[in-house]
């Protein structure tokens, strides 16, 4: 069984990228025409959210270094210890959804901190891959095609994140703790 997975995993990328292309030229399509126009819509979207981009890293930057966000965290500490939720691990909470860098700059110094097969660093490693960075998509991506109006997909955002959050920690509890 093992194997069969270890072979599926290690062929599943380059078969991807070999069939894609195939099956477009076999249906008449100008594949590499169509990968250059398709690489030069992609650079101008790159170059349109650059400004989002950067405002959203600038921000963020000015919320780690004033120690807003340390504050943050000493004041819910007493409240998610209560409930269950290592206080270590909110620093990770509040930056996730603002910036996937930043956010695994946090793991990277919880698991560092706490070492990867404790259950903070776990807790850090499935935070990681359940939450998203909300804020970052709605500002650079939102931003980029000028979405105006996105206070539900805000709402939601943090919903989800609130609740991966809680999953996470339930489901690192059931394995690990």
């Known amino acids: 069984m093992t194997e069969a997975v270890l072979a599926v995993s290690r062929w599943a990328i380059p078969l991807v990228i070999f069939l894609i292309p195939a099956y477009g030229y076999l249906r008449g399509v100008a594949v590499y025409e ?15 959210i ?9 921000a963020i930057s ?3 270094a004033s120690g807003a966000m340390d504050l943050f965290a000493r004041a819910l500490n007493p409240v998610l210890h209560l409930v269950g939720i290592p206080g270590e691990v909110l620093p990770l909470a509040v930056m996730r959804p ?10 990277a110094e919880l ?3 706490y070492g990867p097969d404790s259950f903070i660093g776990r807790l850090a490693s499935v ?18 095609v ?17 609740s991966s959050l809680i999953a996470a920690v339930f489901i690192c509890r059931l394995m690990f703790g």
């Open 62 to 64: 000015i919320f780690r």
């Open 98 to 107: 603002l910036s996937g860098g930043g956010a695994l700059g946090v793991a």
């Open 34 to 48: 169509a990968f250059v126009a398709g690489a030069e819509d992609g650079f101008k979207v790159a170059i349109k």
């Open 127 to 144: 935070m990681q891959g359940t939450t998203d960075t909300t804020f970052y998509v709605l500002t650079v991506y939102f931003g980029s």
């Open 111 to 113: 698991i560092g901190n």
């Open 50 to 58: 650059i400004p989002f981009l950067v405002g959203m890293l600038v």
């Open 146 to 162: 000028g979405v105006r109006r996105y206070r539900y997909a805000l709402a939601l955002g943090l919903i989800a994140d609130i």
